[in-house]
């Protein structure tokens, strides 16, 4: 691993470029999170407010389905930075070097042209919507903006994926170059190892607290 100031221009700037990125992405996904959150209170005061004081919240089924796409779409992008989402790497986990990095160019290409066509499509959903006043069945709130957050994640994502295919072409031309604004590909026995790093850790955790609290009672 090189440290930054050994790193060429170019990769300086790719890496200012993501690390800035990332910290928009990791907003978004906390946005994301935060409406998980009040989905809760809001399923709880309904489950309460409709079985013990007969007061349901107007609309309820009109919210959650308004809000489903934040807390669905608005992480993709954190997600594919971090290398979350499920990967086929039956075959693709066997290749090292160059050839791993080839077709990891090609994953990324065809990810962008199929988020692209997505994209181009969720916005003419959102246009029609918009245009004709669609609303929600029971309370009539507008769903083009909800509508609207589909092709706006779709674009953070298609940068991530633009930065990911520059750095999977630096990292074909120069192999052994830092990691930069790609995923860190693990095989299959690092991330089982990774598992149990972090239960063994856990475990320590455990039996420490489970001391001092024993020797506090002495």
């Not at 077709?103 to 290409?109: A, K, L, N």
């Not at 918009?130 to 909800?146: A, K, M, N, R, Y």
């Amino acid at each position: 691993m090189n440290d930054s100031p050994a790193l060429s221009p170019g990769a300086r700037m790719l890496k200012s470029v993501d690390e800035g990125f990332f910290k928009f992405e990791k907003l978004l996904n906390f946005i994301a999170a935060l409406v998980i959150l009040g989905i809760m209170f809001v399923g709880t005061f309904q489950v309460f407010g409709r079985k013990l004081l007969s007061m349901p919240l107007p609309g309820y089924v009109d919210w959650i389905e308004m809000s489903m796409t934040i807390f669905a779409f608005l992480s993709i992008s954190y997600t594919q930075r971090l290398g979350g989402h499920i990967r086929m790497e039956i075959v693709i986990g066997r290749f090292k070097g160059r050839l791993l990095y080839f077709f990891e160019i090609i994953g990324t290409v065809a990810a962008l042209v199929i988020v692209s066509i997505l994209a181009y499509y969720a916005y003419t959903h959102f246009n029609r919507a918009f245009e004709i006043g669609d609303s929600t069945i029971d309370i009539g709130l507008p769903v083009w903006p909800s509508k609207l957050l589909v092709p706006f994640a779709f674009g953070v994502l298609l940068f991530r994926l633009l930065i990911q295919l520059i750095g999977f072409i630096r990292l074909f031309l120069h192999p052994e170059a830092e990691l930069i604004g790609v995923p860190k590909i693990e095989t299959v026995d690092d991330q089982a190892q990774a598992e149990i790093d972090a239960g063994l850790a856990g475990e320590k955790e455990k039996v420490d607290l489970l001391n001092r609290n024993k020797d506090g009672g002495a």
